[in-house]
């Protein structure tokens, strides 16, 4: 298995609320991503990262923010949480080929 | 507008036959097609892939198919087994303006039954 964590793996929080997640990798791989998953719409890519401090937009990246001070850690933000944003939030890693690998998911309740 | 549909939601096997999950997609510029299986509560785990410039690749009991006139691909699974009894995501990639990042299907939930 790919090195990846992902913490907390279950949060509760309240509407309005600023939250972080984070993703950590020990396999030192360049690109990172940020999915969120719900039902009826698959895994949708919210933002990535191609290199330390190289971030870019995806398809749902409204009401998010991420950073990447290094290699192996890529934190997602919301800013003011919202109870559309409840989800499971899965973080990816690759090292440049075409196939991504997985962390375990946060389970994220706004409330 | 969804670029990778997997239409069937769910789908229901006996253990020990064939599972074909389908995917099909409108993008003509993909060249990199990925299935994940996924468990609850896990993170989706990489299955296999193909490329365009190939029709089949094979990996022990999974096999997938690239129809590329057709803009179509499955997944067969021979023999089915309780253990593969998942939900399998269909991806896309391209390495021009998607900068090879990948466009996932919604989701087939195979259930193999004993």
């Known amino acids: 298995d790919a090195g990846i964590t992902q913490s907390p793996r279950h949060k509760v929080t309240e509407t309005g609320t600023p939250v972080t997640l984070r993703c950590h990798q020990t396999?030192?791989?360049?690109?990172m991503y940020w999915y969120r998953q719900d039902p009826g719409h698959g895994l949708r890519l919210i933002h990535y990262s191609y290199g330390v401090k190289d971030t870019d937009k995806g398809e749902v990246s409204d009401g998010y923010s991420v950073s990447r001070s290094k290699t192996e850690d890529f934190l997602l933000t919301l800013e003011s949480a919202t109870s559309s944003q409840t989800s499971v939030y899965f973080c990816?890693?690759?090292?440049?080929?075409?196939?991504?690998?997985f962390g375990p998911g946060t389970r994220l309740t706004v409330t | 507008d969804q670029q990778v549909k997997q239409n069937s939601p769910s789908l229901s096997v006996q253990e020990g036959r064939i599972s074909i999950l389908n995917c099909d997609y409108t993008n003509s510029m993909f060249d990199y097609f990925l299935w994940y299986k996924k468990y609850p509560a896990e993170g989706p785990t990489f299955l296999i892939s193909?490329?365009?410039?190939?029709d089949k690749n094979e990996d022990g009991r999974f096999t997938v198919f690239l129809n590329k006139s057709a803009k179509h691909l499955s997944l067969h699974i021979v023999p089915s087994q309780p253990g593969d009894s998942a939900v399998y995501f269909c991806?896309?990639?391209?390495?021009?303006?998607?900068?090879?990042?990948?466009?996932f299907g919604k989701g087939t939930k195979l259930s193999v039954k004993p």
């Open positions: 990816a890693i690759t090292d440049g080929s075409r196939e991504q690998y």
């Open positions: 193909i490329s365009s410039i190939k």
């Open positions: 991806a896309a990639s391209d390495t021009g303006g998607s900068q090879g990042n990948l466009i």
């Open positions: 396999e030192n791989h360049r690109y």
